[in-house]
């Protein structure tokens, strides 16, 4: 298995959703329905960045597609690991 420049960003985007996921669990003000939100928009900025600097010759909306449903499968990881 090669290691990528995209796979690392893939990576990481579920590594910070995660951690955010975390975070927003610990703080009293944030409700647990805004998590999907937040984990979209950690996707979309991902995707845009990584559009941006062209990693592994992805345009920006396959760049957001991949960052987001990265985003979204740490959270629904996260959820799953929790409900048992």
């Known amino acids: 298995m090669e290691i990528t420049m995209m796979s690392i960003i893939t990576i990481v985007t579920a590594i910070m959703t995660y951690l ?3 975070l927003s669990k610990k703080v009293t003000w944030f409700k647990d329905e805004y ?10 900025v991902s995707g845009i960045i990584c559009g941006l600097l062209n990693i ?3 345009n920006i909306t ?3 597609i991949t960052c987001l449903s990265s985003s979204m499968a740490a959270g629904g990881i ?7």
Do not use: H, R
Request: aromatic residues 12%; glycine residues 12%.
């Open 56 to 58: 592994d010759g992805m």
């Open 35 to 44: 998590i999907p939100l937040q984990n979209f928009v950690i996707g979309v």
């Open 78 to 84: 996260y959820d799953m690991v929790k409900s048992k």
């Open 20 to 22: 955010f996921g975390l």
């Open 62 to 64: 396959t760049a957001i």
